[in-house]
């Protein structure tokens, strides 16, 4: 199960503009590089200048909680955590999507 969940979460951040995933060795967690997404502004109007600033608005406008990379010496990336439910998974999937997609 966890491989399957592996990968419908990498193949799903990587299809995200902007969003670069590798697939990791193990563990339960992805660092997603969003280094394409820094300088760009969110709906709210906030430029994302730091993987730190790219979760906060994620969790505020994409209600979904993830964490910076900056916490683990990745930045910019940010973690995520396979560790869910299908379910689960996918809502999270589809409204990281939509924050990413509103970024210009």
Known sequence: AFT???AMVVDALSAMAGVHCLIPDGA???YPDISALIG???PDGGVIETDKD???ALLKLGEVAVVP??????SPCFRISY???DALLKNALAR???FVSALE
């Open 96 to 98: 990281i999507g939509r």
């Open 28 to 30: 339960f967690y992805v």
């Open 4 to 6: 399957r969940r592996r």
């Open 83 to 85: 560790a869910e439910s």
């Open 54 to 56: 790219f979760v906060a």
């Open 40 to 42: 760009k502004r969110h």
């Open 69 to 74: 990379g900056v916490a683990f010496g990745l």
